[in-house]
């Protein structure tokens, strides 16, 4: 696999990226589960 | 439509025209036609990418998606983000650090040429039919809704972005696609707005939204578990066919479509492609629950009001002139004894603003009352299908612009309608300049004439940029009765290619001892079994959400390519040596 050496952007690692867009999504499951059973 | 209306829509189309005329200075070559000169910053990628994205298709059927089956549509963007990550590691630095006009060139150096022809045909055949369909799908619904011809429709929705796209390449779709999604997220704010606004006096946005709560609407996650338990493989839209599914769809057309491989190359660096993508995770779920929310809202607009038997008033009216006209006549009474019943029954509606509750009585007689208005529209589609009047008995697409038609004030009918020649017009552009790139850079330039001039070069992108335009508008003559929703017929169909196009982009990256022979056949192999299983679930044999086709066709692939491999290099076809050209020395 071809590796790139140039950094991310903002953070210093991709691991930066793959747990702010987890974190994200988690945020946004928790806010549409939520969001479904108070209106419901 | 008035006079007013008109002259919005005609403004906005012609702005848009002479813009993207204006934004066409490129360099007279293919790195400028096809790569605006690899010149844009992360923001135009991002807007382009989301524009591409987002076609006519998007606008007229998410809401109308929400309206009979809730928000849970959404669910199908959550493997996005993840994909735009994996994408940013894996896939942006080599297509940069090779220079590539299109995805397909990196096969051919990692593989051999028949895998990339192949791959890149798949690319146009799948592309080709879908833009089509995205010329059609708003092309119909507009000529139904306002009595336009179909044709002369199907000319304006495919045939006018041509002048911009043929003349500006990359770069007017890029700068178009920009003022596009401005004019389109405004418009959508306001028809958003003036739902809530039109709603009876002393009924606000939550009160709508309880409404749509309590009748099932705001269903956004569901975890497509049957109700005797085990997992339903059939569900279209639940929490792990998106994340799952999703994701390998997401991969496969934002990593091998060159419709949007092709808008990020434009970056003028890796960095720019990168955080244009990665912005594109952050905001394609929000941007997508907001736009299926407007049909929650208009869902809740029409408990307070009278809704339409059925949204597509030209095949009532077809109905009304067969010999079912008398059975339409019982069904529409029947139908309005319905309204009558619901707005009586919302006269005594709980306001949430004034601090009442909705009791579990009220919401039973609503649900009751609509299962009711349900069955009748579900009578009446069926009579659709007996009449033989022909058309699509799913009126999902038509009940957005029913709605703006029929109750937004003069002027805003005009703009909503310029907002579906604009989406459309985006992504049919982005579609139309990859399809050329493909078709000069893959085919062309490889078999027909390698040793083109780069005036020729420039001249025969913008004659293949025309002749698919052409291509698109042909097919959208011919589309009819794609049935269900048209959102899910281009869906589907990537579905049916996506898949394998990215198991052999992954064999590529991921398995260095797999070489062209072994991926060429498998992804002959892998596409078969994907329209086999597509074809047995559409004839019922099977059960199979079809988002699980992107999953299964890159598997496929991969251990198909694995397999032979072996069997290639025991029976000593293969040499030991891996041509691997991406491990490419830095500069």
């Known amino acids: 696999m071809y590796e790139e050496k140039e950094r991310p952007p903002i953070f210093k690692k991709w691991s930066g990226w793959y747990a702010l867009v987890i974190g994200f999504l988690v945020a946004l499951i928790i806010f549409f589960v939520y969001f479904t059973k108070y209106f419901a | ?587």
């Open chain 2, 1 to 587: 439509m008035s006079y007013f209306d008109w002259i919005v829509l005609i403004i906005s189309l012609l702005g848009i025209i002479l813009y993207g005329i204006y934004k066409s200075r490129s360099s007279r070559n293919l790195e400028g036609y096809f790569l605006s000169d690899r010149e844009m910053p992360w923001w135009l990628i991002l807007l382009s990418i989301m524009g591409t994205q987002a076609s006519a298709i998007t606008f007229l059927s998410a809401p109308g998606q929400a309206y009979t089956d809730g928000m849970r549509f959404v669910q199908y963007y959550f493997g996005l983000p993840l994909a735009m990550v994996v994408l940013c590691i894996t896939f942006v630095p080599l297509f940069h650090r090779l220079r590539l006009y299109t995805a397909y060139e990196y096969l051919e150096k990692r593989f051999d040429v028949k895998t990339r022809t192949f791959t890149a045909f798949l690319f146009l055949l799948q592309r080709g039919v879908s833009t089509g369909i995205s010329v059609y799908a708003p092309s119909i619904i507009l000529s139904s809704l306002l009595g336009w011809n179909i044709y002369i429709t199907n000319v304006l929705m495919g045939g006018l972005l041509i002048i911009y796209t043929v003349s500006g390449g990359a770069k007017a779709v890029a700068y178009t696609q920009q003022l596009q999604l401005i004019i389109i997220f405004v418009s959508m704010f306001i028809a958003a707005y003036m739902v809530v606004s039109l709603l009876p006096e002393g009924v606000g946005f939550f009160d709508a939204l309880q409404v749509g709560g309590k009748m099932g609407k705001l269903n956004v996650i569901t975890t497509g578990m049957k109700p005797n338990g085990g997992f339903d493989w059939s569900d279209q839209y639940n929490l792990l066919s998106g994340l799952i599914g999703g994701f390998f769809l997401a991969l496969s057309y934002f990593g091998t479509d060159q419709s949007q491989v092709g808008r990020y190359l434009t970056a003028k660096s890796l960095r720019e492609s990168r955080v244009g993508l990665l912005m594109n995770g952050l905001v394609k779920v929000p941007m997508q629950f907001l736009i299926l929310l407007i049909g929650v809202l208009i869902f809740s607009f029409y408990q307070f009001h009278k809704a339409p038997l059925f949204f597509n008033n030209t095949l009532i009216e077809k109905v009304a002139n067969s010999a079912y006209a008398d059975s339409l006549k019982n069904i529409q009474s029947e139908y309005d004894r319905f309204n009558d019943q619901k707005l009586a029954l919302m006269e005594k509606f709980p306001r949430v603003e004034a601090g009442m509750d909705f009791s579990p009585v009220f919401q039973e007689e609503l649900k009751k009352v609509n299962r009711q208005g349900d069955s009748l529209r579900k009578s009446f589609k069926q009579m659709i299908g007996k009449s033989g009047v022909g058309g699509d008995s799913n009126d999902t697409n038509y009940i957005f612009l029913r709605f703006v038609i029929d109750f937004l004030p003069k002027g805003l009918v005009g703009l909503l309608i310029a907002v579906i020649f604009l989406a459309s017009w985006g992504s049919i552009a982005a579609a139309l300049n990859s399809l050329a790139s493909a078709s000069v850079v893959d085919f062309h330039k490889k078999f027909v004439n390698p040793s083109m001039t780069e005036s020729q070069d420039y001249r025969i992108a913008k004659i293949y940029t025309l002749l698919w335009g052409i291509f698109c508008i042909v097919v959208a003559m011919f589309a009819y009765n794609i049935g269900n929703s048209l959102i899910e017929a281009v869906n589907k169909l990537g579905s049916l290619f996506y898949g394998v196009i990215l198991g052999v982009f992954l064999v590529a990256f991921f398995f260095k001892k797999i070489r062209g022979s072994a991926v060429f056949w498998s992804a002959i192999l892998g596409e078969l079994g994907v329209i086999t299983l597509f074809v047995l679930n559409e004839k019922k044999i099977i059960g199979l959400g079809f988002l699980w086709l992107n999953f299964i066709g890159a598997a496929a692939v991969i251990a198909i390519a694995w397999l032979m491999q072996i069997l290639i290099s025991k029976n000593g076809n293969s040499s030991t040596y891996i041509h691997d050209t991406t491990r490419i020395p830095q500069k």
